[in-house]
């Protein structure tokens, strides 16, 4: 793991809000001169902290959508059904997310697509696919409550909010 300072936080808490800022804003914000706060992003970045960047887009602006959630069951327990399972499900461009599960279910599955029609064609050639699906339980967002948010870094590093 990487040591980080609270300067290296306040980068990563700007971010997760602001993906956009510039490099001079972001070192204005956290209170450093640019070329150490570039300096720092870089370590970040090179360590894998910051995976990336990206928009978030308003889908119901974009076009007509639904969102659903997939709990799974496999049919065969093994690690090589499991690994196929989790090589097959990258090929499926409407599975926006997928978590490996412990407990009940095996992963959970969050699919967008067109509609409900869209959503069980999806299924279907899954299962004739034969990618160890065996059971899957349907569950629709009727409307977002809270939206993905950046991570509560302050929780996990064990500093109480907003420190």
Request: proline share 4%; with cysteine.
């Amino acid at each position: 793991m990487i040591r980080l300072d609270d300067r290296d936080i306040a980068i990563l808490r700007v971010l997760t809000q602001e993906g956009r800022i510039t490099k001079a804003a972001l070192a204005e914000r956290i209170g450093l001169s640019p070329t150490p706060c570039w300096d720092r992003l870089r370590k970040l970045e090179k360590a894998g902290l910051i995976e990336g960047y990206g928009a978030r887009i308003n889908l119901r602006k974009l076009a007509p959508h639904i969102t659903v959630f997939v709990a799974v069951e496999i049919a065969d327990h093994t690690a090589a059904r499991f690994q196929a399972f989790e090589l097959a499900i990258q090929r499926y461009d409407e599975v926006t997310a997928c978590w490996a599960l412990g407990g009940g279910f095996d992963y959970l599955m969050q699919i967008v697509t067109h509609d409900i029609d869209a959503y069980q064609r999806l299924i279907d050639s899954m299962l004739d696919a034969r990618i160890g699906l065996s059971r899957y339980f349907t569950y629709i967002v009727t409307k977002p409550v809270k939206g993905p948010g950046g991570p509560p870094l302050d929780i996990l590093l064990g500093r109480g909010a907003g420190s």
